[in-house]
């Protein structure tokens, strides 16, 4: 069971647009900043937005980020065949036993 | 070029240790916390430990608290994470990865090793 929780697939049309959601607390995503990863089967993570709406360079403007209260989402606009991969939400969690955490995970199927 | 290479994985007994590593180059070690993330065949990715720039600060997931530890040896840019008493569902690939911010501690990393594979199993 993931602190954050995120759903386990999202599917859409080349072309389109969709949202991945990530739900928290107030310990963590409430007051502290969320990052996007991009996994590939077999790979690396790849950070795709920090900050809850930062992309670092190189990641294409497709990709968006944002936050609002204990719940944060990644939008990823005019899909690709390319963006089938797994996506995974991050941050802090400040309560007694601080650490970091991450979604469960969600699956992309671009159809 | 920025990059981390980890090694150490193996196969090994429940109860064993062992210790993996991560090499760093091409940045400044010493400027930028590393996070240790794992992830179970099949399965997410696992929050294990992270280590300030300095080694001063640490801290562990609940699931590792007591059995893992994290160091780093900054001349020789290098992190270790020390496991001991492993269990089977320690079985995992082990990431280090670099955080993008040097004064932050949150696990947005920016630069991943390639992974290597711990499994714990009799």
């Known amino acids: 069971q993931s602190v954050l929780t995120q759903p386990p697939s999202v599917s859409a049309a080349p072309g389109q647009k969709v949202t991945i959601s990530c739900s928290g607390s107030s310990s963590n995503i409430g007051i502290n900043y969320v990052s996007w990863y991009q996994q590939f089967p077999g790979t690396a993570p790849k950070l795709l937005i920090y900050d809850n709406d930062k992309r670092p360079s190189g990641i294409p403007d497709r990709f968006s980020g944002s936050k609002s209260g204990t719940s944060a989402t990644l939008d990823i606009t005019g899909l690709q065949t390319a963006d089938e991969a797994d996506y995974y939400c991050g941050t802090w969690d400040s309560r007694l036993t601080t650490g970091g955490v991450f979604g469960g995970g969600t699956k992309l199927t671009v159809v | 070029q920025v990059q981390l290479v980890e090694s150490g994985g193996d196969v090994v007994q429940p109860g064993r240790s062992l210790r993996l590593s991560c090499v760093a180059s091409?940045?400044?070690?010493?400027?930028?916390?590393i996070h240790w993330v794992r992830q179970a065949p099949g399965k997410g990715l696992e929050w294990v430990a992270v280590v300030s720039y300095d080694g001063n600060n640490k801290y562990f997931a609940d699931s590792v608290k007591g059995r893992f530890t994290i160091s780093r040896d900054n001349p020789k840019n290098t992190l270790y994470l020390l496991m001991n008493s492993l269990r089977p569902e320690d079985t995992a690939v082990y990431y280090c990865?670099?955080?993008?911010?040097?004064?932050?501690?949150?696990?947005?990393?920016?630069?991943w090793g390639q992974g290597t594979t711990v499994t714990v199993s009799s």
């Open positions: 091409g940045f400044t070690f010493s400027s930028y916390a």
């Open positions: 990865a670099r955080v993008l911010v040097p004064a932050a501690l949150s696990p947005a990393c920016d630069i």
